[in-house]
């Protein structure tokens, strides 16, 4: 029996990655076959990851297999559903942390525009939040969106 091998950053997630950027832009469906001419990977490898990433739990994907002749080089299915999990591995649900750091870049931003009398004081709000208010903001947004759902 083979030696076991790590495929989360050669396989899963460059499928992931490839399955989000397309679902979020609005092709839904998106194809394993897609998949497989973006990654790279062979039909083999992409259905094995996707059936890894449906599977998990919980799931990262919901995908509809379809019937794949043994040794095609195409992939037969489409990635049906981009679940939270993705969205949070990939940084692109939205956390208090992230959040905050968009509010801080936001400020900082702004900071670089503004008059000389309003520039320190937008530093220096970006600065609170970066450090000694941090964690006292980032309860305050765990909170809003506690109280949001």
Not at 67 to 77: C, D, I, K, L, P
Not at 81 to 90: F, N, P, Q, S
Not at 120 to 128: G, P, Y
Not at 134 to 149: L, P, W
Request: net charge negative; proline share 4%.
């Amino acid at each position: 029996m083979g030696e076991i091998h790590e495929t989360w950053t050669s396989r899963e997630l460059p499928i992931l990655r490839v399955a989000l950027r397309h679902y979020e832009a609005g092709e839904r469906p998106v194809s394993l076959e897609l998949i497989r001419a973006e990654t790279g990977l062979s039909a083999d490898q992409v259905t094995i990851g996707a059936e890894a990433l449906a599977v998990a739990d919980p799931p990262y994907l919901e995908v509809a297999f379809g019937a794949r002749e043994v040794g095609s080089r195409e992939t037969n299915g489409d990635v049906t559903r981009v679940l939270e999990r993705t969205r949070r591995d990939l940084g692109s649900w939205p956390t208090p942390e992230n959040m905050l750091d968009g509010l801080i870049e936001a400020l900082n931003s702004e900071a670089d525009r503004a008059s000389d009398d309003q520039k320190s004081r937008l530093h220096a709000a970006a600065d609170a939040l970066s450090g000694v208010a941090r964690e006292i903001a980032i309860r305050v947004i765990s909170g809003r969106i506690g109280q949001s759902h």
